[in-house]
Structures are given as structure tokens and as C-alpha cells.
């Protein structure tokens, strides 16, 4: 039986790539590192998008147009994370969330 | 051809251990360089299960974008960001580590447990095709509003990237 003919082998996956993306939001001390695990959240999302629209989806160019869409969003999240974390070590000289949190300069 | 179906599910079995080894690295290193490193392999593995999803281009798109844009953007912030030995992960107690995984894993469960139960029923009928012509047509014609708020959304996050970043650098020149 092939595995990678099958809906459920996606979702499965996906579901494991969400959690890997949880756990190391949960793990991480620095802001990269939880923009880091934010971007395996949305990768998550991106490939069961994929998937449904492999297996079930009547018109199949909607979920690339979604994954598409979904690589420009985390594309302009990332540029956008960047420069706020640059901005806030030039004024904290650390990136430790616990020190931003009153988001107060 | 026989062969080249156990060949493809070798390469499928592949891009899959790929994608979690570069996760658990991202998650579980203690460089912040070897979790983006980890974060680009993962996004690599990604790639490859959008191959077998049948979908080249978008394939494709993910190693432009992801492992060639955005990676390298985060490579940028680390590098000016934190002194690069710094060390990336908390020293968790046994009390909080066993609480994160315990969340983790509870979450996970509950998905596994969801996509078991659930009968996804396929579309009666599909129209088109998965090429990049169909996706280029339905992109210009019928999701065209979306079209064009990507790419003012994608202005927007230039614009506020540029403001973000130098806002800094003016306030200490003066």
C-alpha cells in the first residue's frame, strides 16, 4: 500500500508539523526562535491546504492560489518580525520576550 | 513500472524524515543559526511532499520563497539581532517540560484522532486540471480581488518594514 496516495498520511503530518511548531514556541527564549516556530505553524497549514486540494477539492487550482497566498503572508510576517525584533534589541540590547512583554519603550 | 512506484515511496519516506529531522533540529538546538538551518531543511522536505501532491510549481515556489527568502531573512535577524553563541532554548525544569510536552502532545492526539474518525468524501466532480495554466487563469480571472490584495498587503509590509527599522537608527543619530 503507498502511503503517499493517501489523504490521511498528509493530515498526519501536517498535524505533527503544528506541534513541532507549538512545542518550540514553548521552548525558544529568543523572538527568532518563536518566529521560527510560527513558520512551521503556517507550513502546517499550507500543506493540508495541499492536501484537500489533492484528494477532495472539486477545483484544484484553489488550494495553490490558498498555499500561495499563504507563502506571501509569511513572507511579508517575516520582514515585518524581523525589523520589530531589530528594533527592539537596538533599545533593549536582548531579545528575551520576557523583557518586551509591557510592549513599553 | 513497478520499480519507479517503490522508488518514489522511498523518496517519499525520505522527504518525510526529512521534514521532522529538520524540525526537531529547529526545536531542540541550541544555536539559534542551527535552528534556522533546521527551520530551511524542514522547508526543504516541505517541497518535496508538494511534489508528490502533484503540484511542481508550488514545489518550486517553496524553495524560492521559504528556503530562499524568508530563511535568509531570519538568518539577517539572528546575525543582527543576539550574539550568535547565545544560547537559543530555555533551560526548562522538569515541572515545565513536562507540561509543554504534555500540551503538545494532547493537541496532537486530539488531531490524530479527528482525521481518523473523519470520512473525507472527494468531490463528486473536478473541473480543470492542476497545471500551472489553470492556476495562472483562476489567479487572473476568478480570485483576482485576492490577486491584488497580496500584493498591497505585500507593499504594506515593505513600506512598514523600512519604517520599523529605521525609526531606530534616526532616533540614535540625533
Known amino acids: ?105 | 513500472m513497478i520499480v519507479f512506484e517503490y522508488i518514489a515511496e522511498i523518496l517519499f519516506y525520505g522527504f518525510m524524515i526529512l521534514t521532522f529531522m529538520g524540525g526537531f533540529m529547529a526545536v531542540r538546538s541550541k544555536l539559534l543559526m542551527h535552528a534556522v538551518l533546521g527551520l530551511a531543511v524542514s522547508l526543504f522536505g516541505v517541497a518535496g511532499l508538494y511534489f508528490f501532491l502533484g503540484s511542481p510549481f508550488l514545489a518550486m515556489m517553496q524553495v524560492l520563497i521559504y528556503v530562499g527568502a524568508v530563511c535568509i531573512m531570519i538568518v539577517m535577524g539572528v546575525m543582527l539581532g543576539s550574539t550568535p553563541d547565545q544560547l537559543a532554548t530555555k533551560n526548562f525544569s522538569g515541572q515545565n517540560l513536562l507540561l509543554a510536552i504534555l500540551a503538545c502532545s494532547t493537541g496532537f492526539i486530539a488531531l490524530f484522532v479527528a482525521i481518523g474518525q473523519t470520512k473525507f468524501a472527494p468531490a463528486a466532480q473536478r473541473v480543470g486540471d492542476m497545471s500551472i495554466r489553470f492556476v495562472g487563469e483562476n489567479l487572473l480571472f476568478k480570485y483576482c480581488l485576492a490577486f491584488e490584495l497580496i500584493s498591497v498587503v505585500l507593499l504594506t509590509a515593505i513600506i512598514g518594514a523600512i519604517i520599523l527599522a529605521r525609526g531606530g537608527r534616526e532616533e540614535k543619530a540625533s
Open chain 1, 1 to 105: 500500500m503507498m502511503i503517499s496516495a493517501n489523504l490521511n498520511t498528509y493530515l498526519v503530518i501536517a498535524a505533527i508539523l503544528l506541534v513541532i511548531g507549538l512545542y518550540g514556541m514553548l521552548q525558544h527564549r529568543s523572538l527568532i526562535g518563536i518566529l521560527i516556530s510560527s513558520e512551521f505553524i503556517l507550513n502546517g497549514a499550507a500543506l493540508n491546504f495541499m492536501a484537500f486540494n489533492r484528494f477532495v477539492a472539486p477545483n484544484p487550482a484553489v488550494g495553490q492560489i490558498y498555499t500561495l497566498f499563504i507563502m506571501g503572508i509569511a513572507a511579508a510576517e517575516a520582514a515585518i518580525a524581523v525589523s520589530v525584533i531589530i528594533a527592539v534589541y537596538r533599545k533593549y540590547r536582548s531579545e528575551d520576550p520576557d523583557l518586551v512583554q509591557d510592549m513599553k519603550l
